[in-house]
T-cell receptor, first 116, second 113 residues
Framework: GAVVSQHPSRVICKSGTSVKIECRSL??????MFWYRQFPKQSLMLMAT?????????EQGVEKDKFLINHASLTLSTLTVTSAHPEDSSFYIC????????????FGPGTRLTVT | AQSVTQLDSQVPVFEEAPVELRCNYS??????LFWYVQYPNQGLQLLLK??????LVKGINGFEAEFNKSQTSFHLRKPSVHISDTAEYFC???????????FGKGTKLSVKP
C-alpha cells in the first residue's frame, strides 16, 4: 500500500514550452502533497506544499507563476513548469501524506525534466 | 529554524563491514526525524522514523538509528552492509504541522566487495 506515482518519468521539451507533471496517490487519500526539486548530486529542496482544494504554499524563492501547482482532488496534484528554460532542468519529486497518518510521507519515483 | 547536517558526503565501506551515517539536527521544538534511502533515478523510500518513545529505532533492511537529544543527533547504523545497500541516504526533520520535510545534503554510501 501507500504508493505514489508520477507521470511522466522523463520528459524532454524545448525552451519556452510548458510541461505538466502529475502526481497521484494510488491507494490512499492525500490531504497534503509536496513538490521537491533535486539538482544532480544534491539534496531535495521543497518547492511548495499543496492541500486539496486550496492554493499551494510556495517556499521562499520559488516563482509561483512559473511553477503552477493544482491539487484538484485527494489523489491528484499537478505541477506545471511554464515557459521552461534550460535552468529548469532537474529531477522533480512529489510526495504525499496519508490522510490518516500525518507523519507518513510517501514519495513518487520522480520526473526527470530536460529543457533543450 | 530547523536544519539538518549530514557530516559525511561520501562513505565507502567494504561488504559485511559495519557502517554509521551521521546526522545532526537543530530545532527549537519537538522533533520528528527520518532517514530515507534513494537509489539512482528513483524517489525516496522511508528507512525509519523517530516520533516519540524509545530512542532506538529499527527500520527496514537491517538499519537502525538512535535519537540522542543531548547531542541533537540521529545517526543511522547497520552492523553488516551488503552491496545492495549502495545508495544515497538522506536524513530529514519534519517542519510544522503539515509535515514539510527539511532534508540534509545526503550521504552516498558505496559498498565495495
Amino acid at each position: 500500500g501507500a504508493v505514489v506515482s508520477q507521470h511522466p518519468s522523463r520528459v524532454i521539451c524545448k525552451s519556452g514550452t510548458s510541461v505538466k507533471i502529475e502526481c497521484r496517490s494510488l491507494d490512499f487519500q492525500a490531504t497534503t502533497m509536496f513538490w521537491y526539486r533535486q539538482f544532480p548530486k544534491q539534496s531535495l529542496m521543497l518547492m511548495a506544499t499543496s492541500n486539496e482544494g486550496s492554493k499551494a504554499t510556495y517556499e521562499q524563492g520559488v516563482e509561483k507563476d512559473k511553477f503552477l501547482i493544482n491539487h484538484a482532488s485527494l489523489t491528484l496534484s499537478t505541477l506545471t513548469v511554464t515557459s521552461a528554460h534550460p535552468e529548469d532542468s532537474s529531477f522533480y519529486i512529489c510526495s504525499a501524506n496519508d490522510r490518516g497518518r500525518t507523519y507518513e510521507q510517501y514519495f513518487g519515483p520522480g520526473t526527470r525534466l530536460t529543457v533543450t | 529554524a530547523q536544519s539538518v547536517t549530514q557530516l559525511d558526503s561520501q562513505v565507502p565501506v567494504f561488504e559485511e563491514a559495519p557502517v554509521e551515517l551521521r546526522c545532526n539536527y537543530s530545532s527549537s521544538v519537538s522533533v520528528y526525524l527520518f532517514w530515507y534511502v534513494q537509489y539512482p533515478n528513483q524517489g525516496l523510500q522511508l528507512l525509519l522514523k523517530y516520533l516519540s518513545g524509545s530512542t532506538l529505532v529499527k527500520g527496514i533492511n537491517g538499519f537502525e538509528a538512535e535519537f540522542n537529544k543531548s547531542q541533537t543527533s540521529f545517526h543511522l547504523r547497520k552492523p553488516s552492509v551488503h552491496i545492495s545497500d549502495t545508495a544515497e541516504y538522506f536524513c530529514a526533520v519534519m517542519r510544522g504541522s503539515q509535515g514539510n520535510l527539511i532534508f540534509g545534503k545526503g550521504t552516498k554510501l558505496s559498498v565495495k566487495p
